[in-house]
T-cell receptor
Framework: KAGVTQTPRYLIKTRGQQVTLSCSPI?????VSWYQQTPGQGLQFLFE???????NKGNFPGRFSGRQFSNSRSEMNVSTLELGDSALYLC???????????????FGPGTRLTVL | AQKVTQAQTEISVVEKEDVTLDCVYE???????LFWYKQPPSGELVFLIR??????QNEISGRYSWNFQKSTSSFNFTITASQVVDSAVYFC????????????FGAGTTVTVRA
């Protein structure tokens, strides 16, 4: 079974631009979560989508948004990029049953975003 | 609020040595889930194990073993006879109702295995 895929793997943008990252979950998985990883803050939860609805949200500004499609694929968008948005963005998928109960998240390879 | 502490920032060992990674957690939940993930240089987080709070049985998988002690809120991970391929960052994580089942990660421990 194919794992979680993320595109693109690397991205370079300039301040003020916007960016869209894509995540395709493992077949059969209905939940997709997004995490930001930086050297200073570590791994931080951004949001989770289940059945095309945002089910959970972390403490990030409104510039960070996402959506999920009917085939469970998810996209994450960051508008008005700032230098501090440079990070590895990881997507994770899970079966998505009762909120996290007996559920394991499997991660993709990540998208490394550099903001200049 | 939930919190995961991995006090060891970096560990360096010579091949074939055993290495133990410490993980201490805090939660108000009575039912919760603990995880270990490995992040090799490629960047992908690789799932290693999930442990439910009501199952305190230790587990061994090949050269990996986990020691869960609810009394001390610890979930330690041991690599026996380490190999160069074990070099990676290892993360301990916690999920439960207290944080809406989001994964709360520790800061990670970088393990370097020298040949």
């Amino acid at each position: 079974k194919a794992g979680v895929t993320q595109t693109p793997r690397y991205l370079i943008k300039t301040r003020g631009q916007q960016v869209t990252l894509s995540c395709s979950p493992i077949s059969g998985h209905r939940s997709v979560s997004w995490y930001q990883q930086t050297p200073g803050q570590g791994l931080q939860f951004l949001f989770e989508y289940f059945s095309e609805t945002q089910r959970n949200k972390g403490n990030f500004p409104g510039r960070f948004s996402g959506r999920q499609f009917s085939n469970s694929r998810s996209e994450m968008n960051v508008s008005t990029l700032e230098l501090g948005d440079s990070a590895l963005y990881l997507c994770a998928s899970s079966l998505g049953g009762l909120a996290g109960i007996e559920d394991t998240q499997y991660f993709g390879p990540g998208t490394r975003l550099t903001v200049l | 609020a939930q919190k995961v502490t991995q006090a060891q920032t970096e560990i360096s060992v010579v091949e074939k040595e055993d290495v133990t990674l410490d993980c201490v957690y805090e939660t108000r939940d009575t039912t919760y889930y603990l995880f270990w993930y490995k992040q090799p240089p490629s960047g992908e987080l690789v799932f290693l194990i999930r442990r439910n709070s009501f199952d305190e049985q230790n587990e061994i998988s090949g050269r990996y073993s986990w020691n869960f002690q609810k009394s001390t809120s610890s979930f330690n991970f041991t690599i026996t006879a380490s190999q160069v391929v074990d070099s990676a960052v290892y993360f301990c994580a916690l999920s439960g109702r207290d944080n809406d089942y989001k994964l709360s990660f520790g800061a990670g421990t970088t393990v370097t295995v020298r040949a």
